[in-house]
C-alpha cells in the first residue's frame, strides 16, 4: 500500500476530521492528503483512533500502537493528512476498541506528508486494546472564555510549532469573521483589551484582513515583532446565522421555527411570517445556511408558539435568491406580529436515516426519512433482527451493527415504518420490503448499536 495505489481510489479528499458548525474545519486545499485516512471513536472531529484504506481488503482498518509513541512523528503526519498542523499520539484504543487491525510498526522520520511513505508492516500480532490514535491540533483556537464560541485567539505558529496570541491593533469585524468560520461558525464580533483574560505573550499582531480570505494566515499581518502589552490580546465572540427550534429530532433536527442572530440586540430573535412562503427563496437561504440543498417555509408557529413577542426581531423577510446571509435580504425589524405567527423551515435531507437518542453516534433508535411525511419517523421493531441493522450502519458509514428493540434509546413518537424484511444483500433499508402503517406504541422503536 502507498500514497500513490491509495490516492487513485478516491476523486476527492475523504476528509472525516474536525467537521460541523461548531468546530474548526481545514480548508480545502489543505486535505489534499486526507484520502485513505479517518478518526473514529473521539468525542470531537480532530481526534480519534485511526484508520487507514487498506487496498489489498478494500476498508479501512486500524493501526497497532507498537511504536506509535516512541516520538511525535507518526502522530504530527497522520494530523498533517487531515489538514492540521501538528498533534499528539495516543495508545491503547485510547477511543475505544479497534476491532480490525491491519497495520503495525509506522517508523517515520518526520519529513514524510503521508503515513503511506513512512515504514510500516501490515502483518500484526494485536488486540483490539492496541489501537493507535491522535488528538489533532486545529491551526486556530479559543482560550478563556466560558463557552466554547467566545474566547481571546490563538494563532498557530507555524515557524514556533505553538500557538501564539493574537494582538488586537488593527482587530476587527472582518478578522473576527474569519476567525469564527475556521472555526466552523458562520459570523461573530470582535473583542479586544484581553477580554477573556491577560495574555503573557504574542505572535501575531497588525492584521488587516478585506473580508474575503479563507483564513487568518491570507491576511496582511505581522508575525515577527509587536508592540503589545498583556492587555492587548484579539479575541472573537462566534455565532451561526441561523437556529432551528421547536423540532423533536434535537440535534439533528431538520425542521423548526427560525431564529436568526440580531447584531442589534445580540441575541438570536425569532421570524415573523408575515411574507416568508411569498416564495421560496426564504426557506431555500436558511436551510442552505444549515447544510442544506433547499427546503420548504412554514407558517403560523408550526413548531410551537414563539416564546414572548419581544422575542420577534424580523418580520417582511423578502430574498431574491442569491444571497449567501440574510443580512443581504430586505426585512424589517419592527413587527405586529403574535405568538402564533412564527416562521420555520422543513429543510430538505441527504441523509436518509439518523439515529437519536444514543450517547454516542454509533448508536441510538433508528429514523428513517419519510418523503409523504416529509420528515424522520420512527421504525417499529417487529421483525428487527441482526439483518436490518447492518444495513442501517452500512447507510451511516460503519462495517457492522446489532439491533435494539423497546425503544432502547428513548420513546419512538413518531411511527410509521415496520414490518422490514431484509435479505442482506441490499444496499439500504428502502430496498427492502416493508409496511409504512404502523402506529404501535411508542416503546417499540428498533435501534441500532454500529460498530467499524
Keep these: 500500500t502507498t500514497l500513490d495505489t491509495v490516492m487513485q481510489y478516491f476523486e476527492i479528499p475523504m476528509y472525516t476530521g474536525l467537521l460541523g458548525l461548531f468546530e474548526y474545519q481545514p480548508s480545502l486545499e489543505k486535505l489534499s492528503l486526507s484520502a485513505g485516512i479517518k478518526l473514529v471513536g473521539g468525542l470531537t472531529k480532530h481526534e480519534g483512533n485511526i484508520m487507514l484504506w487498506d487496498i489489498d481488503t478494500q476498508t479501512y482498518r486500524y493501526i497497532c500502537d507498537d511504536n506509535w509513541n516512541s516520538g511525535s512523528e507518526q502522530a504530527s503526519i497522520a494530523c498533517k493528512m487531515l489538514g492540521y498542523p501538528s498533534g499528539i499520539p495516543r495508545i491503547g484504543s485510547w477511543f475505544g476498541n479497534a476491532n480490525d487491525i491491519g497495520f503495525d510498526d509506522f517508523k517515520c522520520t518526520g519529513n514524510e506528508t503521508s503515513l503511506f511513505e513512512c515504514s510500516f508492516d501490515q502483518t500484526n500480532d494485536c488486540f483490539s486494546d492496541e489501537g493507535a490514535g491522535v488528538i489533532c491540533y486545529p491551526e486556530i483556537t479559543l482560550v478563556g472564555g466560558v463557552s466554547a464560541n467566545e474566547g481571546n485567539v490563538m494563532l498557530w505558529d507555524y515557524s514556533k510549532e505553538s500557538y501564539q496570541n493574537v494582538c488586537h491593533d488593527g482587530w476587527g ?264 402503517n404502523h402506529n404501535h406504541n411508542r416503546h417499540k422503536g428498533a435501534g441500532v448499536i454500529c460498530e467499524y
Excluded at 425542521?255 to 416564495?279: F, I
Excluded at 408557529?301 to 413577542?309: P, R, Y
Aim: aromatic share 10%; hydrophobic share 25%.
Design 173 to 436: 469585524k472582518e478578522e473576527a469573521v474569519i476567525a469564527c468560520k475556521m472555526l466552523g461558525y458562520q459570523t461573530g464580533s470582535y473583542t479586544t483589551n484581553s477580554n477573556f483574560g491577560i495574555v503573557k505573550s504574542f505572535g501575531f499582531d497588525d492584521f488587516a484582513c478585506v473580508g474575503g480570505e479563507k483564513d487568518l494566515y491570507q491576511c496582511k499581518h505581522n508575525n515577527t515583532h509587536h508592540n503589545c502589552g498583556q492587555s492587548k490580546g484579539a479575541g472573537v465572540i462566534c455565532q451561526n446565522e441561523i437556529q432551528l427550534v421547536g423540532s423533536s429530532y434535537g440535534s439533528y433536527a431538520n425542521e423548526g421555527n427560525v431564529k436568526l442572530w440580531n447584531n442589534v440586540t445580540q441575541a438570536y430573535n425569532y421570524v415573523c411570517d408575515n411574507g416568508w412562503n411569498r416564495n421560496p427563496n426564504q426557506a431555500n437561504l436558511a436551510c442552505k445556511l444549515l447544510g442544506y440543498r433547499g427546503g420548504n417555509a412554514t407558517v403560523k408557529s408550526q413548531f410551537g408558539q414563539v416564546t414572548n413577542i419581544e422575542h420577534i426581531g424580523f418580520d417582511n423577510v423578502n430574498c431574491k435568491g442569491n444571497e449567501n446571509s440574510f443580512s443581504e435580504c430586505d426585512f424589517n425589524t419592527e413587527h405586529d406580529c403574535t405568538q402564533c405567527h412564527g416562521a420555520g423551515v422543513i429543510c430538505e435531507v441527504e441523509v436518509k436515516v439518523i439515529l437519536v437518542g444514543g450517547v454516542y453516534p454509533n448508536e441510538g433508535n433508528v429514523m428513517l426519512w419519510s418523503d409523504s411525511h416529509k420528515s424522520y419517523r420512527n421504525i417499529c421493531h417487529d421483525y428487527w433482527d441482526s439483518t436490518e441493522a447492518i444495513i442501517t450502519c452500512k447507510m451511516l458509514g460503519y462495517r457492522t451493527g446489532s439491533p435494539t428493540s423497546g425503544s432502547k434509546f428513548g420513546k419512538a413518537t413518531r411511527m410509521t415504518f415496520g414490518n422490514f424484511r431484509c435479505k442482506g444483500d441490499e444496499q439500504t433499508l428502502y430496498d427492502c420490503p416493508y409496511s409504512t
